[in-house]
């Protein structure tokens, strides 16, 4: 991830207009249409071969509740600016006696919030910036950190269902394959062709997605962001960093992106640890 990462952003520098007009949108239709495409082979092809009943209803649901949050953090992280500048104005300039706190950007000409970064693809300062997601053709900060992150595990996580029960599938067909008599075998060996072609897309789509939360919670852990991952300035503990960054109700949050939960403080002042 590190080296693809470092490519986007190079790249990103050196042409940020077709980064923004021809990699966001490229992006964010990838990731559409591969939900829709394993959500619509889990519940109506994949699933119904491998469940039955309750189970096949409760998978049903779950796939539902799975591409729910993924969507709908997705939206949210959109929609949620971290910017500076959507901080009231007052609160864009340091309070007295904290000025030294406070950095300047050279691009934006003015003192700007600690652990805030300017984005060459926002054209602005985030607060506490992560780093500027393609996906969500946004950057990622102190505003919409939470929803990034549950994106990444329900992405993460839903691939991982489909790719365990395509498991499931596959040596179910394989099982069919061997008991069936010729003139079925023919059908069920074409099945089992698609299913194993599904069963690698799988395997390749979970690989950076699981990368990407394996990133996101070791920030979780440390309070940290994704350029300054192995820094403990900021870390006061599980608990305290989950609230910085989830708000308020902390991990509850998995529950939906519409579950209010007014973050710590507005990203301008940032505890640091006393002790390493």
């Given at each position: 991830?590190?080296?693809?990462?470092?490519?986007?952003?190079?790249?990103?520098?050196?042409?940020p207009?077709?980064?923004?007009?021809?990699?966001?949108?490229?992006?964010?239709?990838?990731?559409?249409?591969?939900?829709?495409?394993?959500?619509?082979?889990?519940?109506?092809?994949v699933?119904p071969d491998?469940?039955?009943?309750?189970?096949?209803?409760f998978?049903?649901?779950?796939a539902?509740f799975?591409?729910y949050?993924?969507?709908?953090?997705?939206?949210a992280?959109?929609?949620?600016?971290?910017?500076?500048?959507?901080?009231?104005?007052?609160r864009?300039?340091?309070?007295?006696g904290?000025?030294?706190?406070?950095?300047?950007?050279d691009?934006?000409?003015?003192?700007?919030?600690?652990r805030?970064?300017?984005?060459?693809?926002?054209k602005?300062c985030?607060?506490?910036?992560?780093?500027?997601?393609?996906?969500?053709?946004?950057?990622?900060?102190?505003n919409?950190?939470r929803y990034?992150f549950?994106?990444?595990?329900?992405?993460?996580?839903?691939?991982?269902?489909s790719?365990?029960?395509?498991f499931?599938?596959?040596?179910?067909?394989v099982?069919?394959?061997h008991?069936?008599?010729?003139?079925?075998?023919?059908?069920?060996?074409?099945l089992?062709?698609?299913?194993?072609v599904c069963?690698?897309?799988n395997?390749f789509?979970?690989?950076?997605?699981?990368l990407?939360?394996?990133f996101?919670?070791?920030?979780l852990?440390?309070?940290?962001?994704?350029y300054?991952?192995t820094?403990?300035h900021?870390?006061?503990?599980?608990?305290?960093?989950?609230?910085?960054i989830?708000?308020?109700?902390?991990?509850?949050?998995f529950?939906?992106?519409?579950?209010?939960?007014?973050?710590?403080?507005?990203g301008?002042?940032?505890?640091i640890?006393?002790?390493?």
């Amino acid at each position: 991830m590190c080296i693809v990462n470092d490519w986007c952003r190079e790249y990103a520098n050196l042409y940020p207009k077709k980064a923004v007009s021809i990699g966001h949108p490229l992006s964010v239709i990838f990731l559409l249409v591969g939900t829709v495409f394993f959500f619509t082979l889990q519940v109506f092809y994949v699933a119904p071969d491998v469940h039955d009943g309750f189970m096949y209803k409760f998978f049903v649901i779950s796939a539902i509740f799975t591409t729910y949050n993924i969507l709908g953090n997705l939206l949210a992280c959109y929609r949620t600016s971290s910017a500076v500048k959507s901080l009231p104005q007052e609160r864009q300039i340091p309070k007295p006696g904290m000025e030294h706190l406070w950095h300047y950007c050279d691009i934006c000409q003015k003192l700007m919030p600690p652990r805030s970064w300017h984005c060459p693809l926002c054209k602005c300062c985030i607060l506490k910036r992560d780093h500027h997601c393609i996906f969500a053709a946004t950057c990622i900060g102190h505003n919409n950190h939470r929803y990034f992150f549950w994106f990444t595990f329900y992405l993460a996580f839903g691939i991982f269902m489909s790719m365990a029960t395509l498991f499931c599938d596959v040596g179910r067909s394989v099982y069919l394959l061997h008991r069936m008599k010729t003139g079925f075998g023919s059908t069920v060996k074409s099945l089992s062709y698609f299913r194993y072609v599904c069963l690698i897309l799988n395997i390749f789509a979970l690989g950076f997605p699981a990368l990407m939360l394996r990133f996101q919670v070791r920030i979780l852990k440390l309070n940290s962001t994704y350029y300054q991952i192995t820094s403990r300035h900021h870390d006061l503990g599980f608990r305290k960093n989950c609230q910085l960054i989830m708000g308020q109700r902390g991990l509850w949050t998995f529950i939906s992106p519409s579950l209010k939960s007014p973050l710590l403080h507005d990203g301008t002042h940032w505890q640091i640890k006393q002790c390493f």
